[in-house]
Nanobody, 123 residues
């Protein structure tokens, strides 16, 4: 599985960005796709994920109500719409994939990782 994240950039607080993850590989429809982020000096944080088995969606507490994840299995893409961005959302965002099982895909041990895309929220 290969993952390519794109869409990062510089945005002012309160603004919006859309991240895209283009995936390639066999059987992707069965994989959970997740977005994680890591800011300098901070631990990696689960942002959102969408399961392949049932399409269930999960969000980290810090982004609930502001971020929306969606999936297009025909195009093998996952989109993360980020609204009302805050300076604390500044981080490198990584697209991930895993064929794991379990209720909350934010807790999976993701096997495949993309290269990351920088999101900077600053005035």
């Amino acid at each position: 599985v290969q993952l390519q994240a794109s869409g990062g950039g510089l945005v002012q607080p309160g603004g919006s960005l859309t991240l895209s993850c283009a995936a390639s590989g066999y059987g992707l429809v069965y994989y959970a796709i997740g977005w994680f982020r890591q800011a300098p000096g901070k631990e990696r944080e689960g942002v959102s994920c969408i399961k392949g088995s049932d399409g269930n969606i999960y969000y980290g507490d810090s982004v609930k109500g502001r971020f929306t994840i969606s999936r297009d299995n025909a195009k093998n893409t996952v989109t993360l719409q980020m609204n009302n961005l805050k300076p604390e959302d500044t981080a490198i965002y990584y697209c991930t994939a895993d064929g794991g099982y379990g209720t909350n895909c934010l807790h999976y041990q993701y096997e495949f990782w993309g290269q990351g895309t920088q999101v900077t929220v600053s005035s």
